[in-house]
């Protein structure tokens, strides 16, 4: 089957660090997406790993490691406006390029 | 690029009743997927199209649901005989066809069933 395993829930204080874990198990892999998603708002995309090792966008970098099927997501000077749910997604291989989605982490930062 | 939109934004139905909900997507874009969302969950994938053509459905979507593409633009998803249980979120995503290219989503239409 195909399965993607990230925490429910997650706390941390503003101006922290936090690492958002993804484990998946998928019948072909193109890439792995973290998109962020705030109450009652669409998924908003932050960011794409294809290839092992650290991807860094401002705040936000993405780590995968293939071999193991883990990425994470790590939050750098979190901010108050950084809670929402994070969700990880694996697109398969093959035509459709279909997204796996996981069922999304839930991050409350506190002041 | 106005990015995805999606009308209505709320929609509230009697059960039995049929709805019908429309999706503009990133006009580059040539694919165009449709999603349901619930609370606590990841979106759930219903159908997707490349262009008009309908390449996929989710065998978990009952025959109540049809989603068109007429002219490889809009798309349109059709609930028949809606259910309490079709409450949900429907998204709808485009992307083009670059390997590395996102799916960018609507506001979504948020749907209940009474």
């Known amino acids: 089957g195909q399965n993607i395993d990230q925490p429910t829930e997650m706390t941390a204080t503003e101006g922290a660090i936090v690492q958002i874990n993804c484990t998946y198990q998928t019948s072909g892999f193109n890439g792995l997406f973290w998109y962020q998603q705030h109450a009652g708002e669409a998924p908003t995309f932050l960011s794409y790993?294809?290839l092992d090792g650290l991807e860094e966008k401002g705040r936000f970098s993405s780590f995968l490691s293939r071999s193991k099927g883990y990425s994470y997501l790590l939050l750098k000077e979190l901010q108050m406006k950084d809670s929402a749910s994070y969700l990880c997604?694996?697109?398969?291989?093959?035509?459709?390029?279909?997204?796996?989605w996981g069922l999304g982490t839930s991050l409350a930062v506190n002041p | 690029d106005t990015g995805v939109s999606q009308d209505p934004r709320h929609k509230i139905t009697k059960r039995g009743q049929n709805v019908t909900f429309r999706c503009d997507p990133i006009?580059?874009?040539?694919?165009l997927y449709w999603y349901r969302q619930t609370l606590g969950q990841g979106p759930e994938f219903l159908t997707y199209f490349q262009n008009e053509a309908q390449l996929e459905k989710s065998r978990l979507l009952s025959d109540r649901f049809s989603a068109e593409r007429p002219k490889g633009s809009f798309s349109t998803l059709e609930i028949q005989r809606t259910e309490q249980g079709d409450s949900a979120m429907y998204l709808c995503?485009?992307?083009?066809?670059?390997?590395?290219?996102?799916?960018?989503f609507g506001n979504g239409t948020r749907l209940t069933v009474t």
């Open positions: 790993n294809v």
């Open positions: 006009s580059e874009h040539n694919r």
């Open positions: 997604a694996v697109r398969n291989a093959g035509n459709n390029r279909k997204l796996i």
């Open positions: 995503a485009s992307s083009s066809t670059r390997g590395n290219s996102p799916l960018h």
